[in-house]
């Protein structure tokens, strides 16, 4: 029952919201609710790693390891994300502006929340859709006309995707005649060996294309860097740190599908067009000039190396991708509030206007530095860890021309994004072009930096054993 | 029955004849009014195709699917594009077009000649007489694409996303003419969201930026340091 009150609990909560009863009661309701939701989430992982059953609905709402692993962190990411609003969003002097703010908030998350719930491929395509519609207006929230024309861009591209991949999907039904097991994840995986491969290969293939460019797949990734830099920072937690691991995590549940079958060679496909995304955001990265892109990219480059890793294929490598997808969530949620602290106290998003951040706003200009060295993947934090045990199973699968460029393309961009930072937060305040207005951070945003920032030191040292169990299971439902 | 299966696949034929000449319209047309009437008339030719291979087929559920589909596509949808998106948008006869009329066409008339090959990649029709919707829907997907990228205005760029969304469902009407009714019943109610979302964007584009001539928006773009 608890996955229907994960479904439910954030519709109540956007209705509560859109209610004009004063300020304070719609971002509290959203905490509240979304911390609610976090607990729900988590027990139901738990139920799924003892290797208890969790089936709301058979066929229709199921639960098991790689979805009950990104259902936890959307909800995780939900509600720090829902914390650091409350005291970005504060400046918002419009009550009814903030009130649709967090309507459409809650109505975000639960359409995220959706797509690791349902099992069945048409209801995964439409809750995906309901991600992209209902973040529309989140990307246009700060009202500007740049926000507007990357609310446009973000919408055309990726709503366009999706119509493409409608048609992948109702491929993939055909899949059904040619046995009989119900239309879901797991359904099809035990069908794969009897359905003709032209189903499964077109179906993913328009799948791929579709869905690529929602989760910033490279080439129709060009939407990724303007919403995450128009967008309010809670909001760009949400997109990149979840929004394209949903997305991905649907192309990834067809990966088993296409292996089952056995006649197509899936991992091809994953790993060529995992390594052109990992590629080409390592270049882009060297040049941008805000730093809210630059995080937007690496988020491209993210996508890249959990894709790749999924195409390695063993259980090594299907180990690190859903290890990589755990912390690149954990990370990049981290980066973008910590981005949107240091836009707090600059107020604006050039690199180059930024100088000795860590003079000016010694919490910002910490949260970005710590953010940035995660991000790309210094040891002993747990990006490193992942991205490691990716390389390993790489050279362990033989597949040494692939893990060789996703080696070069990681160390690149780790040199792009310390060296942006580094400027920003070390170099010579004087230099900067800019006023530096010294405020100070709110509270609710320097708690969510702490918050946000434990796990990701935690882990790096130290993985919870029913965490790791849940990593194993996820990795199975890959590699099945 | 048997004796009206040739009947309902020509008929199904002309159909597939006038999704296609739509989508050519889609493209092709200059006037706003023009492009939402070649949607409603493409809309309508998806639901005569519906209720052909829901008869052909014997698949009940999909004459419920054309009675959604025919009350949200030929009707809500422009009547939202009309409440939301200002009246002087659509009063305006030119749309601007990367490419003009003429290249266009020609482009399409390609595209559609690689939908006929591509379509043998994917699987056939269900029943022969749906044969025809593969390549033909196809063709569509590939047009909405093409009148997407070329249309600068934001209206006819969301009926461009609206015409993916017909070709896909042309095509796959007839590949999987069994899908679950309730998956089938959220596609047309996906579409009505979108229109509404857009048509709201589009006005706040047109108070904000001054303009809905999308193609116009380049302020946010990956340069060199200034």
């Known amino acids: 029952m608890s996955l229907f009150a994960i479904l439910a609990l954030p519709l109540v909560a956007a209705v509560i919201s859109w209610l004009p009863l004063g300020r304070r009661l719609a971002p509290a309701t959203t905490l509240g609710i979304s911390s609610i939701t976090l607990i729900l989430a988590v027990t139901s992982a738990l139920r799924v790693t003892a290797g208890r059953p969790v089936v709301a609905a058979p066929n229709w709402v199921e639960l098991d390891g790689l979805s009950a692993l990104v259902l936890v962190l959307v909800a995780l990411v939900a509600a720090t994300a829902a914390l650091f609003s409350w005291g970005y969003i504060a400046r918002e002097q419009d009550a009814r502006h903030l009130r649709r703010y967090y309507a459409n908030y809650n109505l975000f998350v639960c359409s995220l929340l959706t797509v690791p719930l349902v099992v069945e491929p048409a209801l995964v395509w439409t809750a995906v859709e309901l991600t992209t519609i209902t973040g529309v207006y989140l990307v246009a929230f700060d009202d500007t006309p740049e926000a507007v024309e990357a609310a446009w861009k973000y919408s055309i591209l990726t709503i366009m995707g999706g119509a493409m991949a409608l048609l992948g999907f109702i491929v993939l039904y055909r899949a059904t005649r040619f046995g009989d097991a119900p239309f879901t994840w797991t359904g099809l995986v035990v069908l794969g060996p009897k359905v003709s491969p032209d189903v499964l290969e077109s179906a993913f293939l328009l799948i791929l294309v579709g869905f690529g460019a929602k ?166 934090l747990a990006v490193f860890l992942s991205e490691f045990s990716i390389l390993r199973s790489g050279i362990a699968a033989q597949q040494y021309v692939a893990t060789g460029l996703m080696a070069a393309f990681v160390v690149i961009a780790f040199f792009g994004i310390l060296n942006h930072l580094n400027r920003m937060v070390f170099g010579n305040a004087a230099l900067a072009g800019t006023h530096t207005v010294a405020i100070k951070l709110p509270l609710s945003c320097v708690t969510t930096l702490f918050l946000a920032a434990a796990p990701i030191i935690v882990l790096g040292v130290y993985m919870p054993p029913p965490l790791h169990r849940l990593l194993q299971m996820a990795a199975q439902s890959l590699s099945r | 029955m048997a004796n009206f299966a040739p009947v309902l696949a020509s008929l199904n034929g002309l159909a597939a004849g006038a999704f296609l000449m739509s989508a050519f319209g889609l493209l092709a047309t200059r006037q706003m009014q023009g492009c939402l009437r070649f949607y409603k008339l493409q809309s309508l030719t998806v639901i005569a195709s519906i209720v052909l291979i829901a008869i052909g087929m014997h698949v009940p559920d999909l004459l419920a699917v054309a009675l959604l589909d025919f009350a949200i596509k030929p009707l809500l949808i422009p009547w939202l594009l009309r409440r939301y998106v200002r009246e002087e948008i659509f009063r305006r006869r030119e749309i601007d077009q990367v490419l003009n009329i003429p290249g266009s066409l020609l482009v399409a008339l ?49 009926i461009g996303i609206f015409g993916i969304e017909n070709g896909s469902l042309f095509a796959g009407i007839a590949i999987a003419p069994r899908l679950p009714l309730v998956a089938e019943m959220a596609f047309p109610f996906d579409m009505l969201i979108v229109a509404l979302v857009i048509g709201i964007l589009t006005r706040i584009t047109h108070e904000r930026v001054g303009t809905t001539e999308v193609g116009a928006l380049r302020s946010l773009r990956e340069e060199a340091a200034k």
Request: contains cysteine; neutral net charge; glycine residues 10%.
């Open chain 1, 215 to 380: 989760a910033g797949l490279v080439p129709l990734h060009t939407w990724l860097p303007d919403a995450h830099s128009q967008a309010p920072s809670p909001i760009c937690a949400l997109l990149s740190g979840v929004k394209t691991t949903v997305v991905l995590y649907v192309i990834l549940r067809m990966l088993p599908i296409l292996n089952a079958s056995g006649r197509i060679d899936v991992d091809r496909w994953a790993i060529i067009v995992g390594l052109v995304s990992v590629g080409t955001a390592a270049f882009l990265i060297l040049q941008v000039t805000d730093y809210k892109r630059l995080f937007a990219f690496s988020t491209v480059e993210h996508m890249g190396i959990i894709l790749t890793a999924a195409g390695l294929g063993g259980a090594g490598a299907h180990y690190g991708a859903v290890y990589q997808i755990l912390n690149h969530s954990l990370t990049k949620s981290f980066c973008f509030f910590a981005a949107g602290s240091a836009l707090l106290a600059v107020d604006t998003r050039e690199i180059a206007d930024v100088r000795g951040l860590i003079r000016t706003s010694p919490a910002a200009g910490a949260a970005l530095l710590f953010g940035g060295i995660a991000i790309a993947g210094a040891p002993p």
């Open chain 2, 110 to 158: 390609v595209l559609t000649l690689i939908a006929y090959f591509l379509a043998g990649l994917l699987p056939p029709a269900s029943d022969a007489m749906g044969n025809i919707n593969v390549p033909i829907g196809l063709a569509g997907l590939l047009l909405g694409a093409f009148t997407l990228a070329v249309r600068r205005e934001a209206v006819p760029q969301l």
